[in-house]
């Protein structure tokens, strides 16, 4: 009896003991992969994109300035007058400084005034501001618990007004990409916060999924270049350029909706109207000039790597943007003509599937709006002091835009 019960007690006493270890050794295995895991997710991202501290592509090469190249180019115009002349040179001039002050001004937070000269200034703020300004239905950010957060492998980079919005919502159709609805505006307003940071706001990618975002003002940003490529040089990039004019018309259309009072696109346009001089440092203006902003983000990526979309073109045939946005991703051709369908009410095209819908959804009212009438004398002055900058900014990417052929029936509609 004793023997069964010491037996006993010894069989009830051997299971619980390795029932201990056996639990024991699950739990250090356990914790043992998920710190493994951990690490994987952290470590990473950093190893593949932040490795590279390569030293800037220029620094060693001959690089004939756009500046020069834009003299001269520009004498080759003869209906490029001498005032218009002057103001295009001093804008090459100018915008540096106007770069420089728009830092300054972020940083310092100047006052505003009610003049039409303060308004350039204001106008900084406000722009500051509506970068953001995002259709709230779209902002939702559709992020699956699945897979790990990834630093973006593509850009879409600018332009404001472009079309970069229609752009994003196209893209994020694909099964394959994955982004955030929000502008993050790192590279530009947030970069202090730190590479986690921006990291934390993408949404969770699969492996083979692109992660993305779109912050138009990087493309006008002189810290943005040099970061990006810090972060990853070889990412894709991805501009929407418009007909700069048309363009600036979006652009003040956004401003003036939401401070009616200020001056007239015509007042703030010229510096001197009698003379002719257009005022470049004005911001709607100032980022029209692609070729020179392009021409900073040249110093750090090949063109191989930036791809221009035509965003005249994303509203006539999306669907042949989008075949060509998809070819430089490395994406199959998943978004195509099935995707879209034309809204007559719109006036534009819109999605029959969104990302994060079933149902057919346009963009919201704050894209497609109606432009105020413009004196067509302005926008044909303006057709001509773009000219030279359009020019360069064609040789430089290869593509032509035929933004010239739109002068006229621009100043057509204007008149009607
Ligand atoms: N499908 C579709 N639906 C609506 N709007 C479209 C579309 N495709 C391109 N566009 C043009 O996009 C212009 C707004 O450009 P962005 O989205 O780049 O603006 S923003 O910088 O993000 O504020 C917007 O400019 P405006 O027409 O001046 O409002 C549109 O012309």
Redesign the pocket.
Known sequence: MAFWSSTSVFTSKVPRKILFMFTLSLSVTYLFYSLMSCYNSLQFPLQENYVYQGRLVTEETTFVTLREKLYSASQGFTEFTEAERTTAVSAVKDHAEAEQRTVEWIRTQASPTKSAAAYHTTALEREHQ??S??DSDLRVNCTSDYGEKKLPQAIIIG?????????LEALRVHPDVRAVGN?PHFFDRNYEKGLDWYRDLMPSTLEGQITME?T?SYFVTNHAPKRIHSMARDIKLII?V?NPV?RA??DY??TLSKKPEIPTFEVLAFKNRTLGLIDASWSALRIGIYALHLESWMQYFPLSQMHFVS?ER??VD?AGEMAKVQDFLGLKRIVTDKHFYFNKT?G???LKKPEDSSTPR??GK????T?PKIDPDVIRRLHKFYKPFNMMFYQMTGQNFEWELEEDSESRSSQD
């Open positions: 509506e970068f300004t995002t332009v404001k007004k472009g079309g970069t919005r229609a752009l502008e779109k138009p929407v418009r048309t018309i979006s259309t956004q965003g994303l509203i999306p719109k534009f095209p819109c346009c963009l704050s894209k497609g709006r432009h």
